[in-house]
DNA sequence: CATGAATGAGGCTTCATTCAT
DNA sequence: GATGAATGAAGCCTCATTCAT
């Protein structure tokens, strides 16, 4: 394999460089704050240096936004044991998502903003692609209500559909913590929200939490 | 009472056609479009004029919000049926609150963009009076679920966090459907919504859609 | 003499009111705070109603600042005994002119603004006639220096050129005080300036104060 | 020492262009003709390009204010021979200020204005920081009259006072002369003053001129 | 006459992008 | 390649003046 020239590099390490000053201004500041000055004095680059490694402001900000999607799809799998039963899985997947959404709660608002952004027929196609994330995630949880479904542990249900309410109510969840208007600890939120779910279950007196 | 003046219909006449133009543009073009210059085009007027009418353009387009806010709340409270037992309500509340997201889905889209919105402390202050809409609207599936705990026919939650769900679930389901990635009809998405949430019933039998 | 009409009585409180109104604001605000909804307001006319009284903006401030200069001319008038003699005469001028500008501390600013709208040929014009009341001020005091040139009490001097420097260094006083950079009373300052004067005065066994 | 390089010679350049175009038009036409699309265009210089230079309109007009202060109190120290005695010394800072400000005649209306800014206390912290020069004047000359009385020549007087008279005098002057009122040469106007101020001396028989 | 809504020119400032060095 | 000065299009807002009612 070829070893990755000295150019090579340093490309990489600017793009890197630029993409944790987005993150990071996002973060901090956000959406309105990042401005091309603010994010090449943070990343420690020339203002016109920027786009040598990105076409544009919005594709800057596309790249960065599908890499906090991409972690956190990570995270969650990581999180994930694929020998546990279906109840378990569900558990984890979801305690997963929270924790990494809380994780990234700064950038969450941003990454969720592309949810407005879809509704202009206009910027679809800018943001488009990073519904894979959302969809691989989406089937990640269906395939546990499936499996749960084969196994007669879980109630009947369209489980496209619960998967959908199922991320919905943890994004919701996020959200609301967000806002500061939770007022409960994470792990509450977490318990709260599986015991919404738990009805899914039919033999209740097999859970465990 | 007093029969509104010549003036007051031309000043109401001016206001509306201001905050039409806001909605529209809103709706059509997302927040970024919305340029004074463009909403006085849009509502015939000189961009000069606006000012007349309101503060700024962020008073302008809080008011634009709001009015929507309160028309979605309108909407709800006009459909359900005080007399109808829980369930029925609950479903009543939710099948509205469907319809009335789908007939204002164009600006939805900016109305939920507070959440984000809240996330940015600066601005916070400035978009939290919405969230008394909210904040009505989750009460009022609350009581209906503590009506319906209080005479034995849901099973036994935490009302608070139930009603949270059910909001976010609801409005998820209007979220997928603007941004165009339904593939349902409007009823089969609130069947869908509606089945899911069913388990809240005890007995299930009893229960008609 | 014909007795004012109904209407004439009117005009002529309208056009007070209006005067007033600006001298208020140019005290209390400064040029800048001027305009025309605002003395409007103040002096309870519609805006338009302005236009009824005054060519437009420049012309109200011109009169405004023109009434204020009659005042101050008129009140050292009424402070000096035209009996006195010469240095007393002066005397009485100048601490007139002090209390005079000190009344007027606020909009004397304004006043002494034409001063340099006086150094743009294209706004001279407009100010010109306000120089009047300066060149019957100097008068007067060169008057006075005359007689007591006359009658060998002063030192041999040109009295227009002396005029003039009393004046520069009483406005100079009140500008200081104006400025909040005096630190003395306006009494200490009629001292000081009357006692650097003194010179003038060939036998000076003779003063009062 | 470093020798400048070609980005500073050519930053300076603009600087200097900006300044000098700021005070061009400050000169010709006025305060309220400084608009920032007018100085640009002036110095060729896009709109934009200013704000490269300078924070704001404000303290780009500062600056131009504070660099004609301090030439002109650099132009008055090169004129005085420090090694002569106090009256000559008093003779040539009176010279020097008035050749000063007549050469300057043109922005020193706009200098003098800050006198009517401290009037208003809104905006007397932007202009205070020019109060420098006039102190750093008022000094000069006051340590004049502090050596002419310990030396027994001059008549006893406040010295303090005795400067802020011949300042204003000498202000009054360059004023009446920037109005167009004058009708004398400079030189005549100077000889007038020092005329004026002699009687501080108390054996005139040693005087120069 | 009186009103004040409406106009629209004009001012300040920001910022994505380009391009000479 | 890298830099950052320069550009200029927008954007928001103010206010003197006009004019229909």
Redesign the interface.
């Known amino acids: 394999m070829a070893r990755p020239s000295r150019k090579e590099i340093l490309q990489d390490f600017r793009t890197r460089s630029l993409l944790e000053a987005t993150r990071k201004t996002l973060a901090n500041?956000?959406?309105e704050a990042v401005t091309m000055e603010r994010v090449a004095q943070e990343a420690g680059i020339a203002k016109g240096g920027i786009y040598l490694y990105f076409r544009n402001k919005d594709q800057m900000i596309f790249t960065a936004l599908e890499e906090i999607a991409s972690e956190m799809t990570q995270e969650i799998d990581t999180r994930v044991d694929p020998g546990a039963r279906p109840w378990e899985r569900l558990c984890q997947v979801v305690s997963a998502q929270l924790d990494s959404m809380e994780r990234h709660k700064?950038v969450l608002?941003?990454l969720?903003?592309i949810?407005?952004?879809?509704?202009?027929s206009?910027?679809?196609k800018k943001w488009q692609r990073l519904?894979k994330y959302r969809t691989r995630h989406l089937e990640r949880i269906r395939a546990i209500l499936d499996e749960g479904l084969r196994a007669n542990i879980f109630?009947l249900?369209?489980t496209a559909?619960?998967a959908?309410?199922i991320?919905?109510?943890a994004?919701?969840?996020a959200?609301?913590r967000?806002?500061?208007?939770s007022g409960s600890s994470l792990e509450a939120d977490r318990r709260?929200?599986i015991?919404?779910i738990k009805?899914?279950v039919l033999d209740q007196k097999t859970l465990s939490t």
Do not use: C
């Open positions: 500041e956000g959406f700064d608002r941003t969720l903003l949810r407005w952004h879809m509704g202009n206009r910027q679809r519904l109630r249900l369209d559909a619960g959908f309410y991320n919905e109510m994004i919701g969840t959200q609301r967000m806002m500061g208007l709260s929200l015991e919404f009805p899914l």
